[in-house]
Each structure stands twice: as structure tokens, then as C-alpha cells.
């Protein structure tokens, strides 16, 4: 025999062995050994030192001395954490050895590369050992190996290393060294136990300097999102400041500031705000304990939900009622103070309004109603004069005492001492370098006066803003721009996107400064570096200028840019101009210009992606009636809005109202493109997927293969978009259970990926996110986490950290783990994706529900059924209102649900939503779709547990009736039903049929799967129980056997199925005569003969 292969037998053989005694003896040293030793055997045979004259009788001598020394290492691991230690180090560890020189391939070289990997990897200390341990394990290992081996003149031939005596020598300096070392770390530990003290210490600074930064404040301040800065000339109202804090200390529970617009309502409940979190702040006694301030908007839930700082589920009428409850509890137990700004309407027209009698709570209002119920009315009348000479001189500057008379008549009869008006009238002379004769000569020649005004009515102040507004003798570019911000809502919006959208649209440089001298003019409001627009600055020039469509298509298109992202970006970095465009949107619609259809189908892509579908139908209705009236029914850009419809409806479920959309898209691109166009294609490609969804695999794969003879010919073999086809045309491959077409055409994908777009474009990545699947399907887990590790490189490097897509892809390696039995490294990986998708797609969206689905499904595993009950109900909460009752997704969560309660034992829960699951998969997906083959499959399972095995036949047949017809005979899926039904037969007492069925599944997988598949070996431990039933214990031995080697080697020892295999083929043994004495012996020869086998 070559040395190689005996060189491979040893080393496999010993790993085998070891691993396998770890479980036999119960012994956590033998499994590190299993893998330290492959590498010492790996590493000394590439230095060529591995004599290669190796017979039967010196492998059982070695494998004797191996079990003898990792007996005796064992007493330095820790039980309970040596696995952990395992996977942690061995890559490294490979890493390490493959390092070594010829000249130092020494047994105490491996032992020092050994402990460098555990330091490195930060394992020492209790975690994994005590600190004694920590620091003896290699020298043990080692020392006890080599007595071994030098017993045994056999063995000590084989490995032929120089300088044993040196290398012993060695060892005893290294104990010296060791002892050394002990006294050092008695020495640290003092000095530890002195740290800690001073560490206490620090800790208690650290939280004194928090309060000293205020980093408590969010605690006090219930709310967030709301802009609680009051303007810089804010003067006077000392009154007004004084009775409202009189009626928060006298515990005066409802107040109405009421008063006109413009008035300063605003502004002091502000001001008051940020007195009391100054004072908060500096620790000084107040008469409240939280306080909040709101904006109201549309209603009062509304307002609540948008503003209360708490846990959202995503789901809205649930999550409205835990922020009232949330306001209700606290205020029932603390002082709060509660300020809710700019009431539009009362609780006549507004419900949710009344809940706020339930909260004992101080509560301001802000309106410009006079009465709302059960409000204390406070009005805001108009400042005194003195405090409007003050505002106005803080901006204009000081007024000669000659002036004082002039600027009174100006301010107290024109300005009706109106706050908003005396700032506007300070701006406007100020900017104009008008004396106050100037300015009250222009204000009578234009017939200004507001002292007429009563209660604020509205159109009466736009009236009389005009005239200012004429007055003002503003540029075209100001009036331009001033336009563009009465089309935005009223909140403020940063410099630089200010510049970008009104810049090209009232033709100015990018460095003008048009926006702090509108400021400046007093026509726009500052806070830092955001602007905004007054409300009734707005509602003057929308109805005086009213803002036409053509002088501001520039700002609609900068608009529409904004909310475009690329493929490397997150789509919530532009939700937060969806208010703006919604709101130009509605203010400069124009039916006849195609840029609204544009501007709308930009919207509903948004709302798409967010997964608000109700949404973003919405706004691709608006695109599509555009569309229609200005290009036609049969424009290319009409079949687009058309293809994005059908997407909303395949997203929601919805195939066939899909299918129909899609039809429509692809009618126009044959008709007017021609049937060999790209988008011809794209629309062949769109129907293929939902065929897929439907579990139609052969109408989907020829579409795609249609798709793909376009692409090749039109754009070429290399494009992109023939790649995108190649991925398609293998996820078919991959859902059928043809891992090789499917890898085929994976790597034909991959090929033009990594050559036209490189290696680390995120295309790139989904194709090796989509090859670790196939390796994934097939149980080759260890390959499935290599291509998930590069897909997740070029995710996080090109598309960040908390990219949508590296969520993905850490889903896709905690799937891996889950698989293998790795419950702690599936729930950190699962979890780290959750974060991201909470953070960046929201609690509601349904790729989020997916990741509280998946961590369930972990908890379902390990037996806490509570938590998986509690996340599969988050789950459903998120689809059944963002997907629907009737989706697939949904229906998949109550068979999750369902599952539950069946490993619970509540069978009549399981089967109710077993049913209701049925029931959506029937009328949806059809009777005859592999998702309703699974779950006539549940059903059966549960039937089968209750011992109704006529039932279960019968449930089982239909899902075998379906994956035949539909995935095949050969199909893994199908398998699975044959096995089913076997079980059922076996549990009857009939073991032909049983036996029969169980063969047809071995067939199937061992030709799909492989012969080292973990469900191959689950067949191979089927069968063996039907031989054990029946007595035949040679036969049940040896596949159990086969199945429990498998499992070792595929899936690791920590999976629950090895101890389950194990337990079966230890019990054949003792059942068939054999003595407990003899298992470990008659074992250790089976690994024997089974690698001699393979070598």
C-alpha cells in the first residue's frame, strides 16, 4: 500500500476512533484528541517523517496508546465546554501546524503551536478550564503520548523523531517554566482582587458622570421624533409662563392653549418643555417626574404611536393600545407632564381624543379651537407692546427713542401685536435697511393692518400677508424657492438636501446662500442647519401663487432622485423623504405630465420594499393611470407599472391576479418590443417565478429557458442578466432535488459573476449564498458554511454591516447550525440578523417575521415551547396584516404553530391549525402544490401519534400522490413520504411494506443525497429498527452502525440524533447476547474494518 493511503487510513482511522470512544466513554479529552492528532499525523507525514511500514497490529497498539493518554488528559478539560474548545480552535489549529519547518517537527514544537492557538483564541480561564489547566493540558497530552509510545518498540518505530532525549529535556524545563508561572499567577491574582475594588470604584464615577451628561434623560422625556427647540427671539409671556406652571403644580389635569395662528401657542409650550429638562438636567427639584411633548397629527393614536418611546411589534392596533396603557400606567404612578401641539380637531371628530380623560396626567393642548371638551380653556392673547418692541428691536436692532411712537402705532395697530408678524415686520425692515418711517410708510401704502382680525381667521391673515409678501420685493429665485418649501410638509429639512432639490430648480449656484437670507427675510424658519416654513407662510403663497408644475419639474426630479437607491444601499435611507414627496406630490399634481406617473411608481417601489403592499398598489395605480392617459395602454413604460403590480400581488400571495398582471406586461412587450427583447425577457423571467411559487416547475423552467435564449442572444452569454437567468434556471434544478444540475448551472452563474461584475459585487455574493445551499440540502455543512462565509465577506465589505443582505446571509449560516444540532451558534446568528432587520426594515416587515419564525423554530428543538409559541405568534402577528390571512407565509406560521402543539401532546390544537393552514395552501396554492403535500403530511403525523394509523395512511397517500406527481419519484421530498408511510407499517407490525417503502427512500437519497447524507443515514436507522423488531440483530447492527458513523462525521457529535442512534445499536447488542463489557471492543473493531474498507 502507498504511504498516502496508509497515511490517510491512520489519520482517519484515529480521528474516527477517538471521536467515536468520546461518546462510548464519555471521556471530552478524547474528542480534542481526535482532532489534534489528525493534524500532528497530517503534518508529520508532509515533513515526510512518517515511517510507512504500517500493519493491522501496530494500528490496534497506537489506537490503545491514543485512548490511554487522552484518558488520562481528560481529567484536565472541562465537560461541559470542551466542544465549544473544538470547534473554536481546530481551523487555527490547522493553520498553525502547516507552518512548521522540517527542523522543528517536535512533539513539544505541536504542544507550543497548541497553546499559542488557545491563548489566541481566548479560551483560557474558567470558561473553559480552571487557570491550573489551562496551562498543564498540552504538557499532560503530550508527556503521557510519548510514554505510550516509548513502551512499545513497534511504536516507537513508527514515528521517528530525533533528539527524544532532548525533546524530554525539554518537557522538564517546561515544567519549571510552569511552576514559575503558577507563582506569577498567585502574584496577579492579588493584584486582581485589588483591581476589582478599583473597578467598583469606577464604575460608580462612571454613573455619576452619566448623570452629569444627562445620559438619564431619555427616561424623563417619554417622547421622541418631536422638535421641542422654541424660536431664538422667544421674549416676555412671563404671565403666561407662570399661570401654566401654576396649573402643572395645583396638579390641574386638561388645559386648551388656545389662540390664532401665529400667536406663539407653540413656542411657549416649548419653552416650558425645555425649562423643565434644564432643570432635569442639573438635578434641580421639579414637579414632575416624566414629561413628553407630541405632534399631533391625524389623531390622537396616531399621534401616540408615532411618538411614544417604546417597543413596537409592527402590528398597529396593537401597538396603540400598549402606548396608551404604557401613558396610562405611568401617569397612574408618577407625575407626568404632557404637551400635545397643534390640535386640529376635537373629540367629535377625533375619538381616540377622549382617551386622554383616562390619563391622570397634566395635559396641554395647543389649537386654535376655543373650546374643546373637558379642556380648561387658556387663551394666548396677543403680546403686550413692550415685549413686541423687544422682539422686534432683537432683530432689527435698537430703534431711536425718536422712532419708540411710530414703531408703537406700527407694531400694536398694524401688527395687532400678532407674534409671527411682529418677527416677519422686524425681518423685513431690517433686511431692507428701512428706518421705522419707511417701514410704516410702505405698510399704509399698501393698506397693511391685521387690527381687524378676530379669532385668527385664517383667509383674513393670508390677505394681509400678501401684501407683505409684495412688499417684500423678492427675486424670481426667492419666490421660486419659497415656493418649493409651501409644497413641503411642515418639517424641516437639512441644508444640503435644500441645495439639492432648489438649487437647479430656481437656477442657482450651488454655494448660494439663498436659503439664510430667505432666513434672514423672515419668509423661513432655522434651527441649526435645517429650514422650514411657517404653516401660515405656506398657506399664503400656495393661494396667491399657487404653485404650477412646470416651474418646479427640476424640484420634482431631484425629488424623485432622492428616493432612488442603489443596489449597495438600504431603502430606509430614503424613507424619510416620503412625507416631502407625497406632499409635492399632491400639491403640484398635474395628470397630464408624465413625470407624476414616474414620480408615483418611485413611491410604490418604496412602499414595496417596505412591504406595505396596500401602499404601494396604491401608488402604482396612480403610475399606471398616468401611464395610460399620456402613452397609452400599450407603451413599454405602461407593461413596467404593470410588471409592478403583478410583483405586489406575487409578494402578497396573490398568483393569480399575478399571473394576470404579468400577462398584460408581457402582451405589450411582444406586441410593441418584439418577442426577442430584453424586456420581453424580464417579463418571462417575472411569470417563471410565480409558476415556481405555485410548485410548477416545468412551466417555470421553460420560461426561463425562453428567457434565457433572449438574453443570450440579444445581450450575450456574459451579461449579467443571462447570470441572473442561470441562478433561476438552478433554483428550479435546486428545489427539485437536482443538486448537480443545480450546482452546473449555480457555477455557470458564477463564472460570469466573478468575471464581468468581479468578486466582490453583491451578485457575486447571492450566487455563493446560493451554491451553500445546494451543499447545505446535500448535508455538506462544512462546505455550506465556507460559501456562506464568502458571500457574508462581500456582504458586510460592500454592503455594510447592516445591509438587508447580510441579514440574509447570517440567516443562512444559522440555518446550518440549526441543522447540524448547534442550537447556541444557530440563536446568535439568527439573532444578529434579527437586529438588523428590526433596525433597518422595521419590526413590521416580513423578512423580519421570517427571522422570529426561525429563532422559534430553535426554541421548538430545544424544547422551550413557551418562547416558540411566543415568537411564531410575533410572526404571525407581522403577516397576517402586512401579507394577509389567506398567504402562504401565514399558512406556514400556523403550521409552525400547529407543530407546537403537537410535541406538546395537545394533538386537537395541532390538527385545528394543521386545518387552518390546509385551508389557505388549498384555495391559494392549489390541491396539488408540494406546500399542501406538507401539510397533509403534519396532519398525518399527528393522526400517527394518536395511533389512528388508518387515518394517517390515508393523509400520507394524499401527500405521496402530490410530491409524485409534481416533484417525482426521485425527489428527496418524496422519499420523506415513503419513509412516512413505512413508519406507519412498522408500527403496525407490518415489516415487509415497511421494509419495501423504507428501501424506495434509501434509493432516492442515497442516488440525490449521497450515502453520507444525515437523512440516509436516518433511512439506514429506520431499517435497522425494523431487523431489531423483528430480531435479525446482525443485519440491524450493522446499519445501525453505519447510520450512527454517518451522523459522527456529518454532523457532529452534539446533534440529538447521534445519542438517539446510539442508544439503538448499544441496545441490539445487549438484546442480541452480546455483554456491556464487550460493546466499547466490538465498536472500536467496526471503525477498524470500516476504514480499511474505504482506504
Not at 222 to 245: C, Q, S
Not at 487 to 508: E, G, K, M, R
Not at 848 to 865: D, K, S
Not at 867 to 896: C, F, M
Request: aromatic content about 10%.
Amino acid at each position: 500500500m502507498e504511504k498516502k493511503k496508509i497515511t490517510e487510513t491512520i489519520t482517519e482511522l484515529t480521528k474516527v476512533t477517538l471521536t467515536i470512544a468520546g461518546v462510548i466513554s464519555s471521556y471530552p479529552a478524547i474528542e480534542l484528541a481526535a482532532i489534534l492528532l489528525e493534524y500532528i499525523y497530517k503534518i508529520l507525514d508532509d515533513k515526510g517523517v512518517l515511517d510507512s511500514n504500517i500493519d493491522q497490529a501496530r494500528k490496534e497498539q497506537l489506537n490503545k496508546a491514543i485512548l490511554s493518554t487522552v484518558k488520562e488528559t481528560n481529567k484536565c478539560l472541562s465537560v461541559g465546554n470542551h466542544r465549544e474548545l473544538v470547534s473554536s480552535i481546530s481551523d487555527r489549529l490547522k493553520l498553525e501546524l502547516s507552518d512548521l519547518n522540517n527542523d522543528m517537527i517536535t512533539l513539544d514544537a505541536i504542544k507550543n503551536k497548541i497553546e499559542m492557538v488557545i491563548e489566541d483564541e481566548k479560551i483560557w480561564g474558567e470558561k473553559y478550564f480552571s487557570k491550573e489547566d489551562s496551562l498543564s493540558i498540552a504538557d499532560t497530552f503530550y508527556n503521557s503520548f510519548l510514554a505510550e509510545i516509548l513502551k512499545h518498540s513497534e511504536l516507537r518505530e513508527l514515528v521517528q523523531i530525533t533528539s527524544i532525549e532532548k525533546i524530554i529535556c525539554d518537557l522538564q524545563q517546561y515544567r519549571t517554566q510552569i511552576s514559575k508561572h503558577e507563582i506569577e499567577l498567585q502574584q496577579h491574582d492579588i493584584k486582581l482582587q485589588q483591581h476589582s475594588k478599583e473597578l467598583v470604584q469606577i464604575k460608580d464615577d462612571i454613573i455619576e458622570v452619566k448623570r452629569e451628561i444627562n445620559l438619564f434623560e431619555p427616561n424623563f422625556i417619554l417622547t421622541v421624533n418631536a422638535d421641542t427647540t422654541p424660536t431664538e427671539y422667544f421674549v416676555g409671556r412671563e404671565d403666561e409662563i407662570r399661570n401654566l406652571k401654576e396649573f402643572i403644580r395645583t396638579k390641574q389635569k386638561l388645559i386648551l392653549v388656545s389662540g390664532m395662528g401665529g400667536i406663539g401657542k407653540t413656542h411657549l409650550c416649548r419653552y416650558i418643555f425645555r425649562e423643565y429638562v434644564d432643570c432635569h438636567k442639573r438635578h434641580e427639584p421639579i414637579d414632575i417626574d416624566h414629561i413628553g411633548y407630541f405632534d399631533y397629527t391625524t389623531s390622537m393614536d396616531v399621534t401616540l404611536y408615532n411618538n411614544i418611546n417604546f417597543y413596537k411589534t409592527g402590528k398597529m392596533e396593537k401597538d396603540i393600545e400598549t402606548a396608551w396603557k404604557i401613558l396610562r400606567d405611568i401617569s397612574a404612578e408618577k407625575r407626568v407632564l404632557i404637551f400635545i401641539d397643534n390640535v386640529t380637531n376635537t373629540p367629535d371628530t377625533d375619538e381616540s381624543l377622549k382617551k386622554l380623560y383616562e390619563i391622570t396626567s397634566a395635559i396641554i393642548l395647543t389649537s386654535r379651537k376655543t373650546v374643546i371638551d373637558r379642556f380648561k380653556t387658556y387663551k394666548i392673547d396677543e403680546m403686550e407692546l413692550e415685549q413686541c418692541i423687544e422682539m422686534f428691536e432683537q432683530i432689527y436692532g435698537n430703534v431711536p427713542q425718536e422712532d419708540l411712537e411710530e414703531l408703537e402705532y406700527i407694531l400694536g395697530k398694524l401688527a395687532a401685536r400678532h407674534t409671527k408678524t411682529v418677527e416677519l415686520l422686524a425681518h423685513m425692515a431690517n433686511n431692507k435697511a428701512w428706518s421705522i418711517h419707511d417701514l410704516c410708510g410702505k405698510l399704509e401704502e399698501s393698506h397693511f393692518n391685521l387690527s381687524y382680525i378676530s379669532d385668527g381667521q385664517k383667509t383674513t391673515i393670508q390677505k394681509e400677508y400678501e401684501k407683505l409678501f409684495n412688499l417684500a420685493g423678492l427675486s424670481e429665485s426667492e419666490v421660486n424657492v419659497l415656493e418649493g418649501f409651501s409644497v413641503f410638509p411642515p418639517l424641516p429639512l437639512s441644508a444640503d438636501i435644500c441645495n439639492q432639490w432648489l438649487n437647479d430648480d430656481a437656477a442657482l449656484t450651488e454655494d448660494d446662500e439663498i436659503f439664510n437670507i430667505l432666513y434672514q427675510k423672515g419668509w423661513l424658519q432655522r434651527s441649526g442647519k435645517l429650514y422650514s416654513m411657517h404653516p401660515i407662510i405656506a398657506e399664503t403663497i400656495l393661494t396667491m401663487q399657487q404653485p404650477k408644475t412646470e416651474n418646479h419639474l427640476k424640484l420634482i426630479n431631484a425629488c424623485i432622485n432622492s428616493l432612488t437607491f442603489a443596489e449597495t444601499e438600504v431603502f430606509t435611507k430614503v424613507t424619510a423623504f416620503l412625507p416631502f414627496a407625497e406632499e409635492i406630490y399632491a400639491r403640484l399634481y398635474n395628470n397630464s405630465n408624465i413625470i407624476f406617473g414616474l414620480f408615483a411608481g418611485k413611491i410604490g417601489y418604496i412602499y414595496h420594499h417596505q412591504g406595505e403592499y396596500s401602499k404601494a398598489l396604491e401608488w402604482y395605480n396612480k403610475d399606471l393611470a398616468i401611464f395610460e392617459k399620456v402613452l397609452g395602454k400599450e407603451h413599454p413604460d405602461t407593461a413596467t407599472t404593470y410588471n409592478n403590480i403583478a410583483g405586489v400581488y406575487e409578494a402578497q400571495g396573490e398568483y393569480g391576479k399575478a399571473i394576470e398582471w404579468y400577462q398584460k406586461a408581457l402582451y405589450i412587450c411582444e406586441k410593441v418590443l418584439g418577442k426577442e427583447h430584453p424586456s420581453t425577457a424580464t417579463t418571462y423571467n417575472n411569470i417563471a417565478g410565480v409558476y415556481r411559487a405555485q410548485g410548477e416547475y416545468g412551466k417555470a423552467l421553460e420560461l426561463y429557458q425562453k428567457a434565457l435564449d433572449i438574453r443570450e442572444n440579444m445581450l450575450g452569454k456574459e451579461h449579467p442578466y443571462a447570470a441572473t437567468t442561470y441562478n433561476n434556471i438552478a433554483g428550479i434544478y435546486d428545489v427539485q432535488g437536482e443538486y448537480c444540475k443545480a450546482l452546473e448551472w449555480y457555477q455557470k452563474a458564477l463564472y460570469i459573476c466573478e468575471k464581468v461584475l468581479g468578486k466582490e459585487h453583491p451578485d457575486t455574493a447571492t450566487t455563493y449564498n446560493n451554491i451553500a445551499g445546494v451543499y447545505e440540502a446535500q448535508g455538506e455543512y462544512g462546505k455550506a458554511i465556507e460559501w456562506y462565509q464568502k458571500a457574508l465577506y462581500i456582504c458586510e465589505k460592500v454592503l455594510g454591516k447592516e445591509h438587508p443582505d447580510t441579514a440574509t446571509t447570517y440567516n443562512n449560516i444559522a440555518v446550518v447550525y440549526r441543522a447540524q444540532g448547534e442550537y447556541g451558534k444557530a440563536l446568535g446568528w439568527y439573532k444578529k440578523a434579527l437586529a438588523i432587520r428590526e433596525k433597518v426594515l422595521g419590526m413590521g416587515h416580513p423578512d423580519t417575521a421570517t427571522t422570529y419564525n426561525n429563532i422559534a423554530v430553535v426554541y421548538q428543538a430545544q424544547g422551550e415551547y413557551g418562547k416558540a409559541l411566543e415568537l411564531y405568534q410575533k410572526a404571525l402577528d407581522i403577516r397576517e396584516k402586512v401579507l394577509g390571512k389567506e398567504h402562504p407565509s401565514t399558512a406556514s406560521t400556523y403550521n409552525n404553530i400547529a407543530g407546537v402543539y403537537e410535541a406538546q401532546g395537545e394533538y386537537g390544537k395541532a390538527i385545528e391549525w394543521y386545518q387552518k393552514a390546509l385551508y389557505i395552501c388549498e384555495k391559494v396554492l392549489g390541491k396539488e402544490h408540494p406546500d399542501t403535500a406538507t401539510t397533509y403530511n403534519n396532519i398525518a403525523v399527528v393522526y400517527r401519534a394518536q395511533g389512528e394509523y388508518g387515518k394517517a395512511l390515508g393523509w400520507y397517500k394524499k401527500a405521496l400522490a402530490i410530491r409524485e406527481k409534481v416533484l417525482g419519484m426521485g425527489h428527496p421530498d418524496t422519499a420523506t413520504t415513503y419513509n412516512n408511510i413505512a413508519v406507519v407499517y412498522q408500527a403496525q407490525g407490518e415489516y415487509g411494506k415497511a421494509l419495501e417503502l423504507y428501501q424506495k427512500a434509501l434509493d432516492i437519497r442515497e442516488k440525490v443525497l449521497g450515502k453520507e447524507h444525515p437523512s440516509t443515514a436516518s433511512t439506514y436507522n429506520n431499517i435497522a429498527g425494523v431487523y431489531h423488531a423483528q430480531g435479525n440483530y446482525t443485519n440491524a447492527l450493522e446499519l445501525y452502525f453505519m447510520a450512527f458513523y454517518i451522523l459522527m462525521m456529518r454532523v457532529g457529535q452534539q446533534h440529538p440524533y447521534i445519542e438517539a442512534t446510539f442508544n439503538n445499536m448499544y441496545t441490539a447488542y445487549t438484546e442480541s447476547g452480546g455483554r456491556e463489557d464487550d460493546f466499547e471492543e466490538w465498536f472500536i473493531k467496526h471503525v477498524n474494518d470500516l476504514n480499511l474498507e474505504v482506504s
